[in-house]
């Protein structure tokens, strides 16, 4: 299930502003910086070099703190002493991780296990291998290990700010619901700053702090989930979070098979049934997680999750090719296959 706290380029900007009436014209601003072992940009338009600048700099602050607290790749991060330290005792950590792991355990709940960051106890079994047919762990070695993985073995005392792991071997790995977050909180530090028309883009997730100037909405392309760097359509986002789980960044193919980076964490073997997730929503932390956990849970529970959660749009692509929408996504996907029509 996991992915490492960065994600792979879909092959473009995630975002893009709407091209403006000419009398409306607006400078915009960018700035990208290294984060969560790829890049991070902020957007601004109609914020003057003075405001964004201050803005830019409180924002990468936000986002260097929490990534140090929140990676498991650097040591001495609250997740790094959890892994290291919580299967032997409590393990203090900081508000925002907290925050964190226990939106986590909900949406785990939530998700029927479809979502768990205990998972990082056994993601190594697909890490660092060629991709041949020695890159397929064993059914044995999964079997092994997969009893690691239980969400249930996580406890966290909000009190004490602390938190334990039941079983030694296991880790907890926040790369699919961090970076949403850190994301989000990237944005809120420029809105803070005064750059209210911004968005901040992190490999497939971003958040919209606001509208562009004249309340004109950036533009978030659909990738094709088949052809890298090829937009399906775009649609319209103004205010809130945009995340896209896709299998066609990092996988390899075995004896006709397709193994990817999205591990169902109750089989320790990629999901199948869905090609990408899209979802919007109101945070960054939530549609990063969720439109993970929504690619496991397959179609049909995917789509009667998003009937019942209409502050989120989503649509879920098919490893059979069909597409279920709701919200502001379906509409768009039919526009789009009625101009397809002949």
Same mark, same amino acid.
């Given at each position: 299930?996991?992915?490492?706290?960065?994600?792979?380029?879909?092959?473009?900007?995630?975002?893009?502003?709407?091209?403006?009436?000419?009398?409306?014209?607006?400078?915009?601003?960018?700035?990208? #910086?290294?984060?969560?072992?790829?890049?991070?940009?902020?957007?601004?338009?109609?914020?003057?070099?003075?405001?964004?600048?201050?803005?830019?700099?409180?924002?990468?602050?936000?986002?260097?703190?929490?990534?140090?607290?929140?990676?498991?790749?650097?040591?001495?991060? /609250?997740?790094?002493?959890?892994?290291?330290?919580?299967?032997?005792?409590?393990?203090?950590?900081?508000?925002?991780?907290?925050?964190?792991?226990?939106?986590?355990?909900?949406?785990?709940?939530?998700?029927?296990?479809?979502?768990?960051?205990?998972?990082?106890?056994?993601?190594?079994?697909?890490?660092?291998?060629?991709?041949?047919?020695?890159?397929?762990?064993?059914? /044995?070695?999964?079997?092994?290990?997969?009893?690691?993985?239980?969400?249930?073995?996580?406890?966290?005392?909000?009190?004490?700010?602390?938190?334990?792991?039941?079983?030694?071997?296991?880790?907890?790995?926040?790369?699919?619901?961090?970076?949403?977050?850190?994301?989000?909180?990237?944005?809120?530090?420029?809105?803070?700053?005064?750059?209210?028309?911004?968005?901040?883009?992190?490999?497939?997730?971003?958040?919209?702090?606001?509208?562009?100037?004249?309340?004109?909405?950036?533009?978030?392309?659909?990738?094709?989930?088949?052809?890298?760097?090829?937009?399906?359509?775009?649609?319209?986002?103004?205010?809130?979070?945009?995340?896209?789980?896709?299998?066609?960044?990092? #996988?390899?193919?075995?004896?006709?098979?397709?193994?990817?980076?999205?591990?169902?964490?109750?089989?320790?073997?990629?999901?199948?049934?869905?090609?990408?997730?899209?979802?919007?929503?109101?945070?960054?932390?939530?549609? /990063?997680?969720?439109?993970?956990?929504?690619?496991?849970?397959?179609?049909?529970?995917?789509?009667?999750?998003?009937?019942?959660?209409?502050?989120?749009?989503?649509?879920?692509?098919?490893?059979?090719?069909?597409?279920?929408?709701?919200?502001?996504?379906?509409?768009?996907?039919?526009?789009?296959?009625?101009?397809?029509?002949?």
């Amino acid at each position: 299930m996991m992915k490492p706290l960065y994600a792979a380029c879909l092959g473009f900007a995630l975002l893009f502003p709407a091209p403006a009436p000419a009398a409306a014209q607006t400078s915009v601003i960018k700035r990208a #910086f290294p984060a969560m072992g790829g890049s991070i940009e902020l957007t601004c338009e109609g914020v003057p070099a003075n405001v964004f600048e201050p803005a830019v700099k409180s924002a990468i602050a936000v986002v260097e703190d929490l990534e140090n607290r929140m990676s498991e790749w650097r040591r001495g991060s /609250d997740v790094d002493n959890v892994n290291r330290f919580a299967w032997e005792r409590p393990v203090k950590v900081s508000e925002p991780v907290a925050k964190v792991i226990r939106a986590a355990q909900e949406i785990s709940a939530g998700s029927g296990g479809g979502f768990d960051i205990t998972f990082k106890s056994i993601a190594w079994l697909w890490k660092g291998r060629n991709h041949g047919p020695e890159a397929v762990p064993g059914d /044995d070695e999964i079997k092994k290990l997969l009893p690691l993985v239980n969400y249930r073995d996580i406890t966290l005392d909000a009190a004490a700010s602390t938190v334990r792991l039941k079983k030694k071997g296991q880790m907890i790995g926040l790369g699919a619901i961090a970076k949403g977050y850190i994301v989000e909180e990237a944005a809120r530090a420029l809105e803070r700053g005064g750059a209210v028309s911004c968005l901040v883009t992190a490999g497939a997730d971003s958040f919209a702090a606001g509208p562009r100037p004249g309340n004109q909405p950036w533009m978030a392309p659909i990738p094709n989930p088949r052809k890298r760097g090829n937009a399906l359509a775009s649609f319209p986002l103004s205010k809130g979070a945009v995340s896209i789980a896709s299998d066609i960044e990092r #996988f390899f193919i075995v004896n006709g098979r397709r193994y990817h980076h999205i591990i169902d964490p109750r089989t320790g073997s990629p999901a199948q049934g869905v090609r990408q997730v899209i979802l919007m929503g109101p945070s960054g932390m939530l549609t /990063d997680a969720w439109s993970t956990a929504l690619f496991i849970m397959g179609p049909t529970e995917a789509l009667r999750w998003l009937e019942k959660n209409p502050s989120f749009s989503g649509a879920i692509f098919e490893e059979s090719g069909a597409v279920r929408a709701t919200g502001v996504l379906k509409e768009v996907m039919q526009q789009t296959n009625r101009a397809r029509s002949p």
